[in-house]
């Protein structure tokens, strides 16, 4: 079994290397020794989150919250060439941080809250912040649970109009639809940059969206041929553009 892994303190990996001691206290101290339970000498990973992790043991346990490791080896992990970004349409009920949840562990760069004309959700005000807040944590802690160094970025919401530059900027987009025309299982793939795929709610894509899509470079492309819910597509195509891309070689 592979090693659990923990969130640093910001800043506490820096100049860590191996030989070097650190502490994990806090929540995720507490979390590491009340609920996992670790041990003296069993082994622990600590991450920043944006790539860098520090692979050692436990050297002390103190208390409820606090422990030492002794860390062996510091790897540094590069950002990949290519970035997968899914523009997630809000789902209703808990399914968003599901959706967050699963594309964390399949391998997502990236994920964009849209507020789709034909989301049954809405986020504002306090609820909106709160749900952010949700998925964000989502993220964080499937981040962890599957093993990454480079948790995905969890971006504040867009409106369909803020969404448009960003695929315009990107090096491929796609918009996930049951009636395009091509399979995103073969579309030509930029060797370098971001590919941005949108997954609409449970409505659909409105023809006006899809109309600014198109003028913004997203064409529409179809997974398969069953319809997928909104909270499952989007880590389907991950997984797809995991494959194809030589991340899961």
Known sequence: MTAPVFLAEPGALA???PGAGLVLDGP??????A??????GEEIVLTDGAGTGAF???AAVEGRDRL??????????PEPR???????ALPKG?????????????????????SAARCVTQWRGERGAKALR?????????????????????????????????LSSAAFAAVLHEEGSEPLATAELPADGELVLVVGPEGGVAPEELEAFAGAGARPYRLGPSVLRTSTAGTAAVALLSGRTGRWS
Request: charged share 30%; hydrophobic share 45%; glycine share 6%.
């Open 28 to 33: 995720e101290g507490r979390h590491a020794v």
């Open 94 to 114: 808990d399914r968003g941080e599901l959706a967050v949840e699963t594309m964390t562990e399949t391998g997502v760069d990236a994920i964009v809250p849209w």
């Open 35 to 40: 609920v996992r339970r670790l041990r003296v």
């Open 15 to 17: 100049g860590a290397a």
């Open 68 to 77: 030492e490791v002794a860390v062996a080896e510091v790897r540094a992990e």
């Open 56 to 58: 050692g043991t436990v």
């Open 134 to 166: 949700k998925w964000r944590s989502a993220a964080r802690e499937a981040g962890k649970q599957s093993r990454r160094l480079r948790f995905p970025e969890v971006a504040e919401p867009v409106t369909t109009r803020q969404l448009v530059p960003l």
């Open 82 to 88: 290519l970035r997968i970004t899914v523009v997630q």
